[in-house]
């Protein structure tokens, strides 16, 4: 079993977009294994493009939300503080079979649901982790580990693989997405915000910071001070990476390069923050071996993105051809679906 955490610190790199598209095609490639996705992020965009998209998706998102007792993620989180240090072990009944409300999606890839209540909820969260016991950061940093316990025991302990969408900002639930992930996949777009959102989370997480005597953040210390394991990197992925003409595409480059070598210098300080993979395969001892290993491109598929998100049909699935998007027509062509799908199919392949 892995879990993984998507994330960056910064928004509109695509985290939630991947996350559909990983998780979707992940449960394709290994229908014999249990798929599921928390979405922690409170806009719930995974949620919404899982459950059917900018229209349908956000109806069944709204209908769930409006339930008296909310099977989300917040529901979750409010019997949690309820029991701050002590676990419920009730986390099996928040999750919801996706195919169930959208066909589309294969029917191993559970989910649990994403809720804007989560920004209602952050204060009495982080107010949980003091004052309190003794470990009172380590207990509720632990609240989505024990949520992941609950489901896994519910499945009898059968094999499954997990992905967290997390809030772009280094909020509670980010920290307890971390704290719960194994391993890191950082999206980036190929533009300078990204490459400094990079650096941020690589401060973030692993302390690496710029200059001697720079303040660290209160998780890594703590984190070190609770002897609690943090996620290796597994992957940067650029994703949706436009390719318009030879001079953007030297523009894009450059950027991603950059961003490159930031995450090739930490892995030159501490590669035991990364994840060798796959299996077996040997250290990278050139750059080219590290790029090889842990860098991966998605190339925009332009209209095909967009109406792929907006219908919730993964787009390894999405056919070329007229679609009724938000009721107007729009047209996907091959050539778009060709950018992409393959991207998304490889790299789904590289995550065991």
Known sequence: MSIYAIWNNKGGVGKSYLTFQIASEYARQNFQKKVLVIDLCPQANASSMLLGGM????????????????????????DRISSPYMSPQNGSKYLTQVSKISSII???LYLIVGDEQLEIQS???????????????RTVHLWVSDLIEDIKNSWDYSDCCIFIDCNPSFSIYTEIALTAADRLLIPFSADGSSKRAVKALLSLVYGITRRSGEQQSEFFLNSQRFRMALP???????????????SSASAFKTVVTEIGEEIWNVWNMTPSSFHIHPQNAPTPNSKRAFKKMFQYEV???????????ALGIP???LTAGQKIVAGRKITVNQSQLDKQVPNIQSLVQNII
């Open 55 to 78: 229209t349908d998706g956000e109806q069944r998102l709204n209908e769930i939300h409006s339930q008296t007792n909310r099977l989300t993620i917040s529901g979750y989180i409010e």
């Open 123 to 137: 204060s009495r969260v982080t107010g949980a982790t003091n004052p309190g016991p003794q470990d009172a950061w």
């Open 106 to 108: 294969p029917n191993n």
């Open 232 to 246: 290796d990197i597994y992957m940067y992925i650029g994703n949706r990476l436009t390719q318009m003409n030879s």
């Open 299 to 309: 190339n925009d598929a332009n209209t095909a993105s967009v109406v792929s998100g």
């Open 315 to 317: 787009i390894a699935r």
